[in-house]
């Protein structure tokens, strides 16, 4: 049985160690109350982005309880129960993509389905995403004021890349609309959507909560590096 309460060891990515208890009440979509308070603010502390601590639990906390389950090696689910509160206590830093890498980088985890910003060495950032659906898609939209098809793989690519540019707000691209876009290699972009399935489901771009996409531009500078990594496994 676990413990507790547990110390994260001094040398974890996540500041100073602690001694921390949780709750252990089970939570699931729509709980109220202190229980979610603390939760919201314990994801916030590691890194992560539940939104206000207002112990409502709504969508941006439910995006980050995915995150924060799928770092930890627990089966993402709205539910908050044992498990999940025993890695709370005790959580596990993500898994580091580039060992050398760059200390200010994004590294995007097609496995896992997450994305982690470093800032200066330190994990600044870690947000449920949607990648490439890997379904090859032929759409038909009205661009540049006339009817176009276009056709694709819907694949996010490995490899190692740099933010370009970017664009503040609703941006309408020809497959769609892109919430405060910043763009990574040619036409994919990190964005806000407003679904952000557990799957991969975009054409290409990185799709995160709209939570995260509000302050992300004012965390994630022009000309930063982007690794992408891994390859997600449909169960």
């Not at 659906?133 to 176009?148: D, L």
């Not at 909560?209 to 509000?214: D, S």
Request: charged content about 15%.
């Amino acid at each position: 049985m676990s413990p507790v309460a547990t110390r994260i060891s001094a040398g974890a990515h996540f500041g100073p160690s602690a001694t921390v208890t949780a709750p252990r009440k089970t939570l699931k979509l729509g709980s109220k109350g202190k229980a979610v308070q603390w939760l919201q603010q314990r994801l916030a502390e590691l890194g992560y982005r539940p939104g206000t601590a207002d112990g409502r639990y709504g969508g941006a906390t439910l995006a980050a309880v995915w995150a924060f389950q799928k770092v930890n090696g627990i089966r993402p689910s709205s539910t908050v129960a044992s498990r999940t509160w025993d890695a709370l206590e005790a959580p596990k830093s993500p898994q580091v993509l580039v060992r050398n890498g760059k200390p200010t980088r994004a590294e995007v985890n097609l496995t896992k389905q997450i994305m982690v910003l470093y800032v200066g060495g330190q994990v600044k950032l870690i947000t449920h995403i949607s990648s490439g659906s890997g379904v090859p898609y032929c759409e038909t939209a009205t661009w540049q004021g006339k009817q176009q098809r276009f056709c694709g793989s819907a694949r996010t690519p490995t490899g190692d890349y740099r933010t370009t540019w970017r664009a503040r707000g609703w941006h309408r691209s020809y497959l769609g609309q892109l919430y405060n876009p910043i763009f990574f290699n040619g036409g994919i972009a990190f964005h806000g959507a407003l679904s952000v399935p557990l799957y991969p489901a975009s054409h290409g771009c990185v799709r995160m909560p709209m939570n995260v996409a509000e302050v992300l531009p004012g965390m994630l500078g022009k000309g930063v590096p982007v690794h992408v990594r891994g390859k997600f496994s449909r169960a």
